[in-house]
Nanobody, 126 residues
Framework: QVQLVESGGGLVQTGGSLRLSCAAF????????MAWFRQGPGSEREFVAS????????TYRDSVKGRFTISRVNAESMMYLQMSNLKPEDTAVYYCAADRGYRRLGPRTQDEYGYWGRGTQVTVSA
């Protein structure tokens, strides 16, 4: 079992920055990949970024490449999402998720993730 707790959301102006954090509890942290997903108003939840169990492989959706950076500190059981140059279309509830598999590179599909946090709201004003 894995429990996940997100923090760091808030209200920011277009062009601003935020850093989201995800604390993990339970299963040994360096045995599973992690990811961030988001769900905007009236939209389905979508993949944002993933990171392999070691942190050596990262994957991003095209619209956030060059603006968002995913990272993890295994010794602290923490994952982060540094978001820069934020745009109104980034407004969403952001969820961290833990891969149900063992030491994978970081899938992009929601079904591969068996554990989810409750989410943190990010609002970008125009």
């Amino acid at each position: 079992q894995v429990q996940l707790v997100e923090s760091g959301g808030g209200l920011v102006q277009t062009g601003g920055s935020l850093r989201l954090s995800c604390a993990a509890f339970g299963r040994t942290f360096n045995t599973y990949a992690m990811a961030w997903f988001r769900q905007g108003p009236g939209s389905e939840r979508e993949f944002v970024a993933s990171i392999s169990w070691s942190g050596g492989t990262t994957t991003y959706r095209d619209s956030v490449k060059g603006r968002f950076t995913i990272s993890r500190v295994n010794a602290e059981s923490m994952m982060y999402l540094q978001m820069s140059n934020l745009k109104p279309e980034d407004t969403a509830v952001y969820y961290c998720a833990a891969d149900r598999g063992y030491r994978r590179l970081g899938p992009r599909t929601q079904d591969e993730y068996g554990y989810w946090g409750r989410g943190t709201q990010v609002t970008v004003s125009a």
